[in-house]
């Protein structure tokens, strides 16, 4: 079955530690996004990419890092630098273009970081 | 800020009765579609209807788009306690077709 995969469902991260977050698919989607979902709101993104060995930031994207050297893969690592990272992380993918107009994303069963 | 605004931020209700949700946004958009989220899960697409649509089905799910008054709404008919969930509106903007932005979402509560 074609899905989306992301790994750990749990993680925990000291202070001062960089993490990284598994994001994979099988979908054969170009563009991959990650989102950061805090207690009761929505999704905001962090960063998105259309392509291989091509991403952008999105709307929270600082001490965040991505990349994308593989079609099915988007791992997310969250750095000592982002000051607040306990959240719960969804990666989505979808397909580009103008097809887009038509199809939603199809997200991942989530990551929940916490900072301990 | 947040393109989408759903509306109301919580609603409870008891099974066969029907759900009503809103949602409004800003500035003009290619399409808008919603999406359910069960507690501690990924969010799953359900519907999506494009700018030159006004109503859509799907199932017991019902759309309606208003690009005049920037505002959809998700009806949810005769409901069941498994509808227990987060639904959230998201807006793909005209002139970008790369990414969905997220509103707030509402948290549905069937009771049995």
């Known amino acids: 079955d074609g899905g989306i995969t992301q790994s750990p469902k749990y993680l925990f991260r000291k202070e001062g530690q960089n993490v990284t977050l598994s994001c994979e698919q099988n979908?054969?989607?170009?563009?991959m996004y990650w989102y950061r979902q805090d207690p009761g709101q929505g999704l905001r993104l962090i960063y998105y990419?259309?392509?291989?060995?091509?991403?952008q930031k999105g709307d929270i994207a600082e001490g965040y890092s991505v990349s994308r050297e593989k079609k099915e893969s988007f791992p997310l690592t969250v750095t000592s630098a982002q000051k607040n990272p306990t959240a719960f992380y969804l990666c989505?993918?979808?397909?580009?273009?103008?097809?887009?107009?038509?199809?939603?994303?199809?997200f991942g069963s989530g990551t929940r970081l916490t900072v301990v | 800020s947040q393109q989408g605004e759903e509306d109301p931020q919580a609603l409870s209700i008891q099974e066969g009765e029907n759900a009503t949700m809103n949602c409004s946004y800003k500035?003009?958009?290619?399409?808008l579609q919603w999406y359910r989220q069960n507690s501690g899960r990924g969010l799953v697409h359900l519907i999506l209807?494009?700018?030159?649509?006004r109503e859509k089905h799907s199932g017991r799910l019902r759309v309606t788009l208003d690009t005049s008054k920037k505002s959809s709404s998700l009806l949810i008919t005769a409901s069941r306690a498994a509808d227990t969930a987060s639904y959230f509106c998201?807006?793909?903007?005209?002139?970008?077709?790369?990414?969905?932005?997220f509103g707030s979402g509402t948290q549905l509560t069937v009771l049995p």
């Open positions: 989505a993918s979808s397909i580009t273009g103008k097809s887009l107009l038509n199809y939603g994303y199809t």
């Open positions: 979908l054969n989607h170009d563009a």
């Open positions: 990419s259309q392509i291989v060995n091509d991403f």
């Open positions: 500035t003009s958009i290619n399409n």
């Open positions: 209807i494009r700018s030159n649509e």
């Open positions: 998201a807006t793909s903007l005209s002139g970008s077709a790369r990414q969905l932005t």
